[in-house]
């Protein structure tokens, strides 16, 4: 089929012949529900035969199904080229050397609209192309590791990056940024926490909500501000660097181990939880809101250990869970379970037999919180005190998915339960904290000017 209807077909592919209309037609689609103006994109051969796509002028791309369609007018046609121009790097000797390493996501592609395939635009001349302010800050390296959405990162991928990690930092390089999906990017960054220990340079990790062919994406900003802090800043830790307020005047820094994805759309959905961000960056440079971070250092010693035993699983408790879920796990040879557990880290009574079992069969089972805020405290209820007596271990204020990834990596270190439960229970990059800041649950959680608009609207 010729490329003026690429992707179309059935009744769609219709519509477009019937009204003279071609991909790359800039058109007026009238239907039921009100008019749109944009440009006609190509479709992937694998997306739905039903809807005509549209970029708006906006940068939102619309699906119109075919049958909503009243009248297409075609009032000229724009073939767009999105080719990035590859422009060479320069490079600055009094420049810090930043490597920044792909693993895939949003931020490591655009969309060929010529073919509807999402394609990374990772090599230096590439990025300097359309991110020229790159070459400001830093002499920037680029490796491809991994092309994946990051719901497909998993132990292999997680152990290659730190692995690539370490050879940088030996290699010289005065900072590490990570691009990658913002789905799992919490998990990535917790589990290189414990990977990857005593870094001399910081190691950041970004990532966008908004690809980069969209005018609202958050790719540019967060990629300049994570290479300024890795080049420039002495927070020598994993951090993860995105939008803090939902408009584009800072990224906050989150510790790998304390953050969480809170929002599926939003820009600044990255949020540190139980107490506040490392610090914000901007233009201005990198500042630092607490002083209780490992500093950058000259030498190039990083502890790398990646050893991960992937029979872990999470289990997310809900009212009425029965107790054939645990079962199962421990059927097929899970290792260790970490518990979501209501409030102060609990289960219904129905699961208890089930967790005497799972102890028996020496399964790691392991309490964290629904509520993400908070400790687990299994002394306040009794219900709590006989969870324990079962073998299940509270884990204080680590996260759900903290706690999977380190228990995954502990029983990479030891079968020896009690050797697990040592690692567990001891803080390598604070992902026990032992206390939560009274300001931790609020303070720059949104950007202030919209905390306090919040509240000024609704205490009037
Ligand atoms: N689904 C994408 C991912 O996590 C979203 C993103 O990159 O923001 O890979």
Redesign the pocket.
Known sequence: MSDDYKGYRGATLEALRRFEARVWSEVRVETEAGAFEGLILPRSETADADHLVLKLISGYNVGVHHARILNIEVRGRKVADYKIPEKEFPKDAGKPRVKLFGT??????RLDYRTGAVIPAFSPGELYGSVPELADVCNLETEKLYG??????GPAEWQGTARAIAQAIKEGVDGVVIG??????HHTAAVLSFMLQDSPVPIVMV?????SDRPSSDAALNLINAVRVAGHSDIAEIMVCMFGPTSDRYDLLHRGTRVRKMHSSYRS?FRTIGDIPLGRVDADGVQAFRQDYKRRRSDREVKLNTAFDDRVSIVYYYPNMKPDIIDSLIEQGYKGIVIAGTGLGHVNKPLYPALARARAAGVAVYMTVQTLWGYVQMYVYETGRELMDLGVVPCANMLPEVAYVKLGWALGQSQDLEEVKRIMLTPIASEITPREPHDGYLVFQGGVPEVNRFISHHWK
Do not use: P
């Not at 895939?104 to 592609?109: C, E, H, L, M, R």
């Not at 990658?180 to 990017?185: I, P, S």
């Open positions: 895939g996501g949003t931020i490591a592609s994946v959405f990051s719901e497909n990162m990658h999906g913002t789905d799992t990017m990532g966008s909500q908004r690809s959905t």
